[in-house]
């Protein structure tokens, strides 16, 4: 199964609306649906599981949503902390594989 | 925490043995896996292993090359690499899944610093 992540890069000012796309090739289950936050020379940040689930001390600016093939993650009332590369991330069971998308770039204008 | 070690500079064909230390959590009780990043790349996944190490999977990338393995007594996993390919050339993180069994959760909620394989001759 590839994801597909749109856009690639992203520019948006402070206090505005983010919207990340993730496609699937292939219908897939909400159950493994994750996103990710990347920021220069650190590890991936979890922010998002089972596709609408925030991990612990995620602001809930950030909102995860989707079925099928499409899912999306918002970031309201963007912060300057929020630059960084998203990744959305799913599990297939059979047999066991995790696929990453190629990422979003966002940039705080 | 989690704490990576054991990259290194070597040649196509080559073999290297990465480690990475777990503290602060009951190591021997969740899933662990290997994620590598090519220089200004995206995330691959590379291997999952379950708490008992009964379970094991990889991608088509890496099958029959990487061998992941763990010791719960000291709080470690290992990944070792053979036959590695310029295509190898990454950092390689070492991460964490909420529960014990691979596909109970099927994400990874900590995530180490990584430590930079580089293949070339």
């Known amino acids: 199964v590839v994801l597909t992540q749109s856009p690639g890069t992203l520019s948006l000012s402070p206090g505005t609306r983010a919207v990340l796309s993730c496609r699937a090739s292939q219908i897939i289950s909400t159950n493994y649906l994750a996103w990710y936050q990347q920021k220069p020379g650190q590890p991936p940040r979890l922010l998002m599981y089972t596709t609408s689930t925030r991990a612990a001390g995620v602001p809930d600016r950030f909102s995860g949503s989707g079925s099928g093939r499409d899912f999306t993650l918002t970031i309201t009332r963007l912060e300057p902390e929020d630059f960084g590369v998203y990744y959305c991330?799913?599990?297939?069971?059979?047999?066991?594989?995790?696929?990453f998308g190629q990422g979003t770039k966002l940039e705080i204008k | 925490q989690l704490l990576e070690s054991g990259g290194d500079f070597v040649q196509p064909g080559g073999s290297l043995r990465l480690s990475c230390v777990g503290s602060g959590f009951s190591f021997s009780n969740y899933a662990m896996g290997w994620v590598r990043q090519a220089p200004n790349k995206g995330l691959e996944w590379v291997s999952i292993?379950?708490?008992?190490?009964?379970?094991?999977f990889y991608p088509d990338s890496v099958q029959g090359r990487f061998i992941v393995s763990r010791d719960n007594s000291k709080s470690t996993l290992y990944l070792q690499m053979s036959g590695l390919r310029v295509e190898d050339t990454a950092l390689y993180y070492c991460a964490k899944d909420p529960l014990d069994k691979v596909g109970a959760r099927a994400y990874f909620d900590h995530w180490g610093q990584g430590t930079l394989v580089t293949v070339s001759s």
């Open positions: 991330q799913l599990y297939r069971s059979s047999p066991p594989t995790y696929n």
């Open positions: 292993i379950s708490s008992s190490g009964d379970a094991i």
